[in-house]
Structures are given as C-alpha cells and as structure tokens.
C-alpha cells in the first residue's frame, strides 16, 4: 500500500468530517462555517463523481466483454463443426486505405 493510502480511505474522511462538522457546531464566524460547508461539499462532490466514474467504467468493461464473447461465438458457429482444423476460408484480398 501506498505511504499515504489511508488518505483514500472512506472510514478516513467519514472520521475527518464527522470530527470537523462538530467543530462546526462551535460558535465560530460565518467565514469558517462558509469554508466547512463548501469543504465538506465539494469532497463529497469529488467522492461521488469518483464512484460514477468507476461504476461507468465497470459498465463499459463489462459491455466490452459481452461483445467479445458474442464475436467469439459468432466465429465458432462460422466454422464446420467436422472441419475444426481446417482454416477459415478468405473472403477477399483485404485493402487498406
């Protein structure tokens, strides 16, 4: 693990913002109420984007997959079953362009 992974961490910041939100109850001036309050939301922000980006990459990991195994398949029922070691004929001279 990383020297400083702990930073990363859930129970981490649940911790750090559990503490600092009840430093928040404190009577303090608007200004440092202000930077709790943006603090707390734009790291709940960063959290929550963090988790859709790995929800969308995940989805897109698994699409990728499913296409694959389906391509697969698709080549599999291309071939004889009885010609298995045949190779699969050309359909043309490929051309680049």
Known sequence: MRRFGFLFSVKFWAAVWIAVLF???LPLPPAVE????VGFLS??????RGRLRRTAQRRALALAERAEEEEYRRGRRRTLPGDASSPRPARGELTRH
């Open 34 to 37: 202000l930077l709790v309050l």
């Open 43 to 48: 790291h709940a922000a960063w959290f929550v």
């Open 23 to 25: 430093v928040g109850l």
